[in-house]
């Protein structure tokens, strides 16, 4: 008998657990949506932002960057190293100059990126059998710039190096094959792997695309937040009645919407906008998902606890918009994770942007699975938990202010 | 006249000071802001270069001559040997968990062939997810290979009885003698700092300016604010922006201080060109800052104009990704960002020390940005005398 009421009792509390959970994600719903701000945000946000940043890095490399030469050695020779130059993908001949004076005068008006200074002498100590020189200037305005120019005019001249030592060893008497052997003793094969064509959006793309996701997410939680308080009597985060018994049902009411929302975010961003832009996506679907879940509760949950302490609609984003900056650098994707000194690599941990991008970019960039990719995996539960907890502290602090105020302020309209 | 307009501004910029007192967004968004940029910028990036980043071998020869050729990586600037790995799986594995950028696979009996003329092929595998890091590994591993395959070469020719004034050519006929203009050492801080400093000025300049007229449009104070200027919203404006004209110029000049003066980056003109190119970036960031407002007299709207246009405009600079290889819509976008202009006479000036005349055209673009908000002039006026806006 007792057994039975247990169950029918502990069945109608789950009920109205669930009930409540229902009721503020309906609650939710309606005031997102009724709110332009927190649409932009929720809906134009990440389904703009990705396009446009794809858009704008659509060019992985840098294709014919162009360079002047100085040739004073007018020789077949140095012909024959500046058709090879002008032959690479990644460099073109944009002209002539006859002085470095003149060149530098196109390098000053950024005509060029590059020059190259083929001295008077070239063809003559080629001609010798001793060692010439070639002189490169490069453009480090962007390190893509030097990046490029280096590895183009290292590959041609190499190249070029390598026939010209078959003739140097044919004229010392080694022949052959053993000459082969003695021009490359130990060739040596640079082969790079995941981002093949070493692209540029391969690279930094991921990153951004998640960051996109935390951000709009976090302003958009933020701002709603902003907004109740400021429409809120008290300026306060959750008031007393709107609750609807138990915090933990406001808490998974509200974490409930935002996680559907951008479940349909993740899997446009980070799995239909790779696809169509060609950028990497070879990570499995089912470890992608397991890693996406605990990296969108902890940012839900992040947001929510900070939200606490906006006070207005436009604070977060005024205060926090340069932050996106920050959170990228701190992901470890552009200088790397190994070289962030002490203090910033903890601060790093705190956010969950860090352990998403990392994961999000081992994951589908570089096929790991959830084993290799375990520290991420792990800390985006922990946070998740841990930012759980300090909602729930947060909220219930407020519930707490809440009731204060509004016993204090039935006391005022009794006296009054 | 000028008199009025005169106490107008007065008037208004008293007003604002004690505005910008009663809210810590203010100070929090200009000073607070800047100031952790500065402390996070500078303390970053720390060696400029990432050096001794991780790297690991799977070294199946095991012969004197690969431990030598694993010191000489070791001894490399990039570099450092963390992980002595016993196969190419577990190395792509270390790979995969972001422990490792590259890995260099020394093949069995490696030395053996190499003494008997079999050419065995070194291979260094590099991980270009993470760009930077592995060009960077790259390039030393690719050089050390370079001077191990010279030597091998040497000793070889000395044997055959080659003459020791031919080898050097044999070995390498053709050197190359790189020259990086303005940043001989790569340092990697100059990149980003010369850029990224200015562009968190340039966003927080642009919020700002948003913030403090589009909260008067907000809270319904914008009658109050024009008529203290004495009914003219060219006074309300000025006396307005004048406190954070000041607080923006004073902490752009400290960042440029900070990174010529205190970072020594390369400065190869008059500090006086970096200071002009930045007072003329806080005032054309103000000036944008009113077109926004004045398009969109509607606070949030405002201001994620304002963020996303701060955002864009690091990617507009052209620093990270040369602005020539953009698309073309995005290429000729670009110029309407001042941080693009500010980009290039950083260029001209601090890096490459060009003769002034190269910057004359970008200094008067950015000054023609001042001139937006006459654009919006009258559709502000009207937005803040009649309110006719929503709040929301």
Same mark, same amino acid.
């Given at each position: 008998?007792?057994?039975?009421?247990?169950?029918?009792?502990?069945?109608?509390?789950?009920?109205?657990?669930?009930?409540?959970?229902?009721?503020?994600?309906?609650?939710?719903?309606?005031?997102?949506?009724?709110?332009?701000?927190?649409?932009?945000?929720?809906?134009?946000?990440?389904?703009?932002?990705?396009? %446009?940043?794809?858009?704008?890095? %659509?060019?992985? &490399?840098?294709?014919?960057?162009?360079?002047?030469?100085?040739?004073?050695?007018?020789?077949?020779?140095?012909?024959?190293?500046?058709?090879?130059?002008?032959?690479?993908?990644?460099?073109?001949?944009?002209?002539?100059?006859?002085?470095?004076?003149?060149?530098?005068?196109?390098?000053?008006?950024?005509?060029?990126?590059?020059?190259?200074?083929?001295?008077?002498? %070239?063809?003559?100590?080629?001609?010798?059998?001793?060692?010439? &020189?070639?002189?490169?200037?490069?453009?480090?305005?962007?390190?893509?710039?030097?990046?490029?120019?280096?590895?183009?005019?290292?590959?041609?001249?190499?190249?070029?190096?390598?026939?010209?030592?078959?003739?140097?060893?044919?004229?010392?008497?080694?022949?052959?094959?053993?000459?082969?052997?003695?021009?490359? +003793?130990?060739?040596?094969?640079?082969?790079?792997?995941?981002?093949?064509?070493?692209?540029?959006?391969?690279?930094?793309?991921?990153?951004?695309?998640?960051?996109?996701?935390?951000?709009?997410?976090?302003?958009?939680?933020?701002?709603?937040?902003?907004?109740?308080?400021?429409?809120?009597?008290?300026?306060?985060?959750?008031?007393?009645?709107?609750?609807?018994?138990?915090?933990?049902?406001?808490?998974?009411?509200?974490?409930? %919407?935002?996680?559907?929302?951008?479940?349909?975010?993740?899997?446009?961003?980070?799995?239909?906008?790779?696809?169509?832009?060609?950028?990497?996506?070879?990570?499995?679907?089912?470890?992608?998902?397991?890693?996406?879940? +605990?990296?969108?509760?902890?940012?839900?949950?992040?947001?929510?606890?900070?939200?606490?302490?906006?006070?207005?609609?436009?604070?977060?984003?005024?205060?926090?918009?340069?932050?996106?900056?920050?959170?990228?650098?701190?992901?470890?994707?552009?200088?790397?994770?190994?070289?962030?000194?002490?203090?910033?690599?903890?601060?790093?941990?705190?956010?969950?942007?860090?352990?998403?991008?990392?994961?999000?970019?081992?994951?589908?960039?570089?096929?790991?699975?959830?084993?290799?990719?375990?520290?991420?995996?792990?800390?985006?539960?922990?946070?998740?938990?841990?930012?759980?907890?300090?909602?729930?502290?947060?909220?219930?602090?407020?519930?707490?202010?809440?009731?204060?105020?509004?016993?204090?302020?039935?006391?005022?309209?009794?006296?009054? | 006249?000028?008199?009025?307009?005169?106490?107008?501004?007065?008037?208004?910029?008293?007003?604002?000071?004690?505005?910008?007192?009663?809210?810590?967004?203010?100070?929090?968004?200009?000073?607070?802001?800047?100031?952790?940029?500065?402390?996070?910028?500078?303390?970053?990036?720390?060696?400029?270069?990432? =050096?001794?980043?991780?790297?690991?071998?799977?070294?199946?020869?095991?012969?004197?001559?690969?431990?030598?050729?694993?010191?000489?990586?070791?001894?490399?600037?990039?570099?450092?040997?963390?992980?002595?790995?016993?196969?190419?799986? =577990?190395?792509?594995?270390?790979?995969?968990?972001?422990?490792?950028?590259?890995?260099?696979?020394? =093949?069995?009996?490696?030395?053996?062939?190499?003494?008997?003329?079999?050419?065995?092929?070194?291979? $260094?595998?590099?991980?270009?997810?993470?760009?930077?890091?592995?060009?960077?590994?790259?390039?030393?591993?690719?050089?050390?290979?370079?001077?191990?395959?010279?030597?091998?070469?040497?000793?070889?020719?000395?044997?055959?009885?080659?003459?020791?004034?031919?080898?050097?050519?044999?070995?390498?006929?053709?050197?190359?003698?790189?020259?990086?203009?303005?940043?001989?050492?790569?340092?990697?801080?100059?990149?980003?700092?010369?850029?990224?400093?200015?562009?968190?000025?340039?966003?927080?300049?642009?919020?700002?300016?948003?913030?403090?007229?589009?909260?008067?449009?907000?809270?319904?104070?914008?009658?109050?604010?024009?008529?203290?200027?004495?009914?003219?919203?060219?006074?309300?404006?000025?006396?307005?922006?004048?406190?954070?004209?000041?607080? $923006?110029?004073?902490?752009?000049?400290?960042?440029?201080?900070?990174?010529?003066?205190?970072?020594? $980056?390369?400065?190869?003109?008059?500090?006086?060109?970096?200071?002009?190119?930045?007072?003329?970036?806080?005032?054309?960031?103000?000036?944008?800052?009113?077109?926004?407002?004045?398009?969109?007299?509607?606070?949030?709207?405002?201001?994620?104009?304002?963020?996303?246009?701060?955002?864009?405009?690091?990617?507009?600079?052209?620093?990270?990704?040369?602005?020539?290889?953009?698309?073309?819509?995005?290429?000729?976008?670009?110029?309407?960002?001042?941080?693009?202009?500010?980009?290039?006479?950083?260029?001209?000036?601090?890096?490459?020390?060009?003769?002034?005349?190269?910057?004359?055209?970008?200094?008067?673009?950015?000054?023609?940005?001042?001139?937006?908000?006459?654009?919006?002039?009258?559709?502000?006026?009207?937005?803040?005398?009649?309110?006719?806006?929503?709040?929301?």
């Amino acid at each position: 008998m007792n057994d039975k009421k247990d169950k029918s009792s502990s069945q109608n509390s789950i009920q109205s657990i669930l009930k409540g959970i229902w009721n503020n994600f309906v609650h939710e719903l309606k005031t997102s949506f009724r709110d332009r701000g927190v649409v932009i945000m929720f809906i134009l946000g990440p389904l703009i932002y990705p396009l %446009l940043y794809a858009g704008m890095y %659509l060019n992985e &490399t840098l294709v014919d960057v162009p360079i002047g030469i100085v040739d004073n050695s007018h020789s077949s020779f140095s012909s024959q190293l500046i058709r090879n130059l002008d032959a690479t993908e990644n460099m073109k001949i944009y002209s002539h100059y006859s002085s470095m004076a003149e060149a530098q005068q196109a390098y000053d008006n950024r005509d060029i990126h590059g020059i190259i200074y083929i001295p008077k002498e %070239l063809n003559y100590k080629i001609c010798k059998n001793e060692q010439a &020189t070639v002189s490169v200037y490069c453009d480090v305005s962007s390190f893509m710039y030097y990046r490029t120019i280096y590895q183009s005019c290292n590959y041609t001249i190499l190249n070029m190096s390598k026939k010209i030592q078959i003739l140097r060893l044919n004229a010392s008497g080694i022949t052959g094959e053993s000459a082969t052997m003695i021009a490359d +003793p130990m060739p040596y094969q640079n082969i790079s792997l995941y981002n093949t064509g070493g692209g540029f959006a391969s690279f930094l793309l991921p990153g951004i695309l998640v960051l996109i996701l935390f951000q709009t997410l976090f302003f958009g939680i933020t701002m709603l937040a902003g907004t109740s308080r400021e429409e809120n009597r008290f300026h306060l985060l959750v008031s007393a009645k709107a609750h609807c018994g138990g915090i933990f049902r406001v808490i998974c009411g509200k974490a409930a %919407l935002y996680f559907l929302v951008y479940s349909v975010w993740i899997f446009y961003a980070l799995g239909i906008i790779p696809q169509l832009f060609n950028l990497p996506h070879i990570g499995n679907p089912v470890d992608l998902i397991k890693m996406m879940i +605990p990296f969108l509760l902890a940012a839900i949950f992040f947001s929510m606890s900070v939200s606490v302490f906006i006070p207005n609609r436009e604070t977060s984003m005024i205060l926090f918009m340069f932050f996106s900056i920050i959170l990228l650098f701190l992901s470890g994707i552009t200088w790397p994770q190994s070289n962030i000194n002490g203090f910033w690599k903890v601060f790093a941990w705190i956010f969950p942007s860090t352990h998403g991008i990392q994961g999000y970019i081992k994951i589908n960039t570089m096929g790991s699975d959830i084993q290799h990719a375990s520290f991420e995996y792990i800390s985006l539960w922990a946070q998740t938990a841990m930012y759980f907890v300090t909602t729930s502290i947060a909220y219930l602090w407020q519930i707490k202010k809440s009731e204060r105020k509004q016993i204090t302020d039935n006391e005022i309209s009794i006296i009054v | 006249m000028p008199n009025t307009l005169l106490s107008g501004i007065i008037q208004t910029f008293k007003r604002e000071l004690k505005r910008m007192v009663s809210r810590p967004i203010y100070l929090l968004g200009s000073i607070g802001i800047m100031a952790f940029c500065f402390i996070f910028f500078l303390t970053f990036f720390n060696d400029g270069q990432p =050096e001794k980043m991780p790297v690991a071998v799977v070294d199946l020869d095991n012969s004197s001559f690969s431990r030598q050729f694993i010191r000489n990586l070791k001894s490399t600037q990039h570099i450092d040997i963390v992980e002595h790995l016993s196969s190419f799986k =577990e190395a792509r594995e270390e790979m995969q968990r972001g422990k490792i950028y590259t890995f260099v696979f020394i =093949e069995h009996d490696f030395y053996k062939n190499v003494t008997t003329n079999r050419r065995p092929e070194m291979t $260094f595998y590099v991980n270009n997810a993470y760009l930077i890091a592995g060009s960077l590994a790259a390039k030393d591993i690719s050089y050390m290979s370079l001077l191990t395959s010279g030597g091998i070469q040497r000793q070889v020719l000395r044997a055959k009885g080659v003459d020791e004034s031919q080898i050097m050519g044999i070995i390498q006929p053709i050197m190359i003698d790189m020259h990086s203009i303005g940043n001989p050492w790569i340092n990697y801080g100059t990149y980003l700092l010369n850029v990224l400093l200015p562009a968190m000025l340039h966003l927080m300049t642009l919020m700002l300016t948003v913030f403090c007229i589009g909260v008067e449009l907000k809270e319904r104070t914008s009658k109050e604010w024009i008529e203290n200027a004495d009914n003219s919203i060219f006074a309300g404006l000025m006396g307005k922006l004048l406190p954070y004209t000041i607080i $923006f110029i004073g902490l752009g000049l400290i960042g440029n201080l900070l990174l010529y003066k205190y970072m020594h $980056f390369p400065l190869n003109s008059s500090i006086g060109w970096m200071f002009l190119a930045t007072i003329l970036l806080v005032l054309s960031g103000q000036a944008l800052g009113i077109l926004f407002i004045g398009i969109l007299p509607v606070l949030r709207d405002g201001i994620t104009v304002a963020g996303v246009f701060g955002t864009l405009s690091i990617t507009a600079a052209g620093a990270t990704f040369p602005v020539e290889q953009l698309p073309y819509f995005f290429r000729e976008l670009t110029l309407a960002f001042p941080m693009r202009h500010y980009f290039l006479i950083y260029v001209n000036q601090a890096l490459n020390g060009v003769t002034v005349s190269h910057s004359l055209t970008k200094y008067i673009i950015l000054l023609g940005f001042t001139l937006l908000p006459l654009f919006v002039y009258k559709r502000l006026k009207s937005a803040a005398k009649d309110m006719n806006y929503p709040t929301k």
